[in-house]
């Protein structure tokens, strides 16, 4: 005999606590359950279980643009959220990690876009397409005998955002983090017979979901929301986690800055924490630049973390005409 299967909606669209939430129904709710949820975030990009973060987004675009950058429990790649994508989430019995199937979660999606007259294909390693253009990326994670599987639903998101904020700088990294697969993407509102809003297609896609299989509706309690926002404050919202829990790699940075010269810095992170450093350049100072590097060994890349350290520190000396806020642009 099939278990219940209840239906979840986010009330909030920030990404961490979304995550956080996911996390909760999966480990504490009633496991005589299965769940089906649709939840939005804000603009966000979310990385992967085994990605290096840096690897994967533009800092300088994501930080300008107050993006939020969260780290997920499933691999995969690195994917765009904002308020024109909806995200679903499945967490059913019967998993075994040797056994992972992206694509029985997705079938049921793609019944409910043909109802729409959208001619979505199944298919790669974890897509739905229409035209070859991939507008859902899904993930897994397996665990106790329980499978979330999740994906996104791009229904009109802004894909110009999407390729700045995932497009990776100049910068060279070498890491044995997975990385993401570039591949050409698509709204799914571009290829509706009738226009529908994207609420309107929220209740559409709950619907053509009850119709595969019965669902009743569960709205979380203040307790249930609370105990999830305890797990964001906890994992989700912590740098250390969205960072500092990349692979260790080396990054070289490289920026000419008028009035100082060519700056060139070598920088081993583990953990989320500078190494080792080493700066080369055509750039003058009255002070040999080893000293700073041993300074800024074991600081976290964070940004206030970085900055903070940076302030006690006298860079013009070590770089002649370069402020210490210049520096932070150069290494963050």
Not at 52 to 76: C, F, K
Request: charged letters at 30%; proline letters at 2%; aromatic letters at 10%.
């Amino acid at each position: 005999m099939s278990k219940k299967m209840v239906y979840l909606e986010s009330p909030s669209t920030d990404a961490a606590f979304n995550l956080a939430l996911e996390q909760y129904v999966f480990d504490e709710m009633d496991r005589d359950c299965e769940y089906f949820m649709l939840w939005q975030n804000a603009n966000a990009v979310i990385i992967g279980k085994n990605q290096n973060t840096l690897e994967e987004i533009d800092p300088s675009y994501v930080e300008e643009h107050g993006i939020q950058v969260i780290r997920r429990l499933t691999g995969g790649g690195a994917v765009y959220h904002d308020l024109g994508n909806l995200n679903f989430t499945f967490i059913v019995d019967g998993g075994e990690p040797s056994r992972m199937d992206l694509h029985m979660f997705c079938y049921p999606v793609a019944r409910a876009l043909k109802k729409l007259g959208v001619e979505a294909q199944v298919g790669g390693r974890n897509d739905i397409t229409i035209d070859g253009k991939k507008f859902s990326g899904n993930s897994q994670y397996i665990k106790g005998g329980r499978i979330l599987h999740h994906g996104t639903l791009m229904f009109d998101s802004d894909l110009t955002v999407l390729s700045r904020c995932l497009k990776v700088s100049a910068d060279k990294i070498a890491s044995k983090g997975v990385k993401s697969v570039k591949s050409r993407v698509t709204n799914i509102r571009d290829y509706l017979e009738q226009d529908i809003s994207l609420a309107q297609f929220r209740d559409f896609l709950v619907e053509a979901m009850g119709e595969e299989r019965p669902m009743e509706r569960h709205v979380f309690t203040p307790e249930e929301l609370g105990r999830a926002d305890e797990i964001r404050r906890e994992r989700y919202g912590r740098w250390k986690w969205n960072y500092g829990a990349s692979p260790r790699f080396t990054i070289r940075k490289q920026r000419r800055v008028e009035g100082c010269g060519q700056i060139e810095a070598f920088i081993e992170v583990r953990k989320g924490r500078i190494e080792a450093i080493s700066f080369y350049g055509d750039y003058f100072g009255s002070r040999d630049t080893a000293e700073l590097a041993e300074r800024l060994v074991g600081c976290s890349l964070e940004g206030s973390a970085l900055r903070q350290v940076l302030a006690d520190i006298p860079v013009g000396e070590y770089f002649h005409g370069l402020t210490g806020e210049a520096l932070f642009r150069i290494l963050h």
